[in-house]
């Protein structure tokens, strides 16, 4: 809390201090306040793009990312932080971009898995809803009502009967 209110402080009074900035992101991203780390991280990137540490920067910047589940987006920016100079020279620093990396990238593959699940199914229910309402269209053309029905496409549930008969 010390820390936050230091750099906060620092930031109060010089508002273009890209550093303190990204010290105030480094605090968030451990409060797991990832929109606050979010948007000092990016600031302290507008305002010096050239810093030696701007690497650091786009790590911290990635992390908040991966934190608000915009995985595609953080591993952006991770491969970005691997471009930067101070990336390259720092092993550690290069390690944890990677590590934070490979898990930003198989969190994507995740949510894009469940996505695709989750269009499968709206998929199978619009087409069963479709068949269902072509059953309906039929029976509602016919002449003779009394006739019998020919045999169903797809036997439709309790629920679907009651809805059918709610309609007439």
């Not at 003779?144 to 309609?167: C, G, I, K, Y």
Request: hydrophobic share 45%; proline share 6%; charged share 25%.
């Amino acid at each position: 809390m010390l820390r936050r209110r230091c750099y906060a402080g620092a930031l109060h009074l010089d508002a273009n201090d890209a550093r303190a900035s990204a010290n105030l992101a480094a605090v968030f991203l451990k409060q797991k306040n990832w929109m606050q780390a979010f948007s000092y991280a990016a600031a302290a990137m507008r305002l010096e793009p050239d810093a030696p540490t701007i690497g650091k920067w786009h790590y911290r910047c990635a992390r908040a990312l991966h934190g608000l589940r915009r995985y595609d987006r953080a591993v952006q920016i991770y491969d970005r932080a691997l471009a930067c100079a101070d990336a390259r020279a720092d092993p550690r620093l290069q390690s944890d971009v990677l590590a934070s990396k490979k898990v930003s990238a198989a969190a994507a593959a995740r949510a894009a898995a469940r996505s695709d699940h989750h269009a499968a199914e709206v998929e199978a229910e619009t087409r069963r809803v479709e068949r269902f309402f072509e059953a309906y269209q039929d029976v509602a053309a016919r002449p003779d009502p009394t006739a019998p029905m020919p045999p169903p496409v797809f036997a439709p549930s309790a629920d679907d009967l009651e809805a059918l008969h709610l309609q007439e």
